[in-house]
């Protein structure tokens, strides 16, 4: 797999950056795609604790891919993304081109591949739950959430067809900077993601870095078509300490020009790439968290319905309960 992954960059990009994402137990697909174990699946095999979003949407962590068709590519260089930027690795390469070289058909058989792959781990642990780690081996969820822009992958809604078409339900996360890509996708996902992490442009531009100059404006007219989608839409806010967790009437004005069907606000972790670019410090504590949903809630009438201080989320909504599209 590893091999394959020299087409999508230049070869003085490939070593350290295949090296460096090795290590960190990517599982890499084809030219430019990857699956990576996410901590929930061990939790919910090892120790039956699940993430927030079976919680909050009934999706099994213990069934679930995390995947990602553009590993390299993305339009933003956000301060708090886990991912490795062009130039964290003192190499760099233009993260605008996904050269989309490789069939939806090839991405899904290689992530089944993969999650096989991460799942034979478990068959020596004692702790494992058996009947789960049965179940895990037929996934029911992809989170094409991984890294990157997955909008930069041309054929994203074939991709996404497939994975419905073998009984998969998929959350798509973008962050909206291309919404020409969005409005034109072939199939919709099961749930659509756009993050908004920023209440203006001089904010956005500071933490989100956006490698084109119109992209602020982009971000905003995928707001604006979030209600032509019949899929629940959220809106998802990452909250850097000192960064981007002021001006809630901005953030508000941007809500309701999306009108999502849910608000997710999450704090930042301080976890993998990102590590160079942001201290320990900014990442706000739940309760944090939860005071700046509050004074959101108030200024766009959501309410808050649920929340999971250990992944430090909370979810607000104008529903009285979320859908539970897991369960369908």
Request: net charge positive; aromatic share 8%; hydrophobic share 35%.
């Amino acid at each position: 797999m590893y091999r394959n992954s020299v087409c999508a960059l230049e070869n003085n990009v490939v070593s350290p950056l295949l090296g460096a994402l090795k290590k960190q137990k990517y599982h890499l697909i084809e030219s430019h795609s990857a699956v990576k174990r996410c901590k929930w699946l061990y939790e919910s095999i090892v120790n039956d604790r699940s993430c927030y979003k079976q919680k909050f949407y009934g999706i099994q962590s213990h069934r679930c891919i995390q995947m990602t068709p553009s590993l390299y590519s993305c339009t933003q260089q956000c301060l708090f993304c886990w991912r490795a930027q062009s130039g964290d690795l003192q190499v760099t390469w233009d993260e605008m081109k996904n050269p989309s070289k490789d069939t939806p058909e090839e991405i899904v058989e290689g992530c089944f591949r993969a999650q096989e792959k991460i799942l034979t781990g478990y068959k020596g642990n004692e702790k494992a739950d058996w009947r789960k780690l049965q179940e895990a081996q037929r996934p029911k969820q992809v989170a094409i959430s991984l890294t990157g822009e997955p909008t930069l992958y041309q054929p994203l809604g074939e991709l996404m067809r497939i994975f419905h078409q073998r009984g998969l339900t998929t959350f798509l996360v973008s962050n909206g900077t291309l919404p020409s890509k969005l409005s034109m996708l072939s199939q919709e996902p099961t749930q659509l993601y756009i993050s908004v992490c920023a209440p203006n442009e001089q904010v956005y531009k500071q933490v989100c870095r956006p490698l084109f100059p119109s992209a602020w404006t982009k971000v905003n007219e995928t707001l604006g078509l979030l209600q032509s989608f019949r899929c629940p839409t959220v809106i998802r806010m990452t909250l850097v300490k000192e960064h981007n967790m002021g001006l809630i009437d901005e953030y508000a004005k941007l809500v309701e020009k999306a009108n999502p069907t849910y608000i997710e606000a999450k704090a930042y972790m301080h976890i993998g790439f990102s590590s160079l670019r942001l201290g320990f410090d900014r990442m706000p504590m739940h309760r944090e968290v939860k005071d700046f949903a509050a004074q959101l809630a108030e200024k766009t009438g959501y309410k808050v319905i649920n929340e999971a201080p250990e992944s430090r989320v909370v979810l607000l909504s104008r529903l009285e309960k979320p859908l539970q599209v897991g369960l369908s």
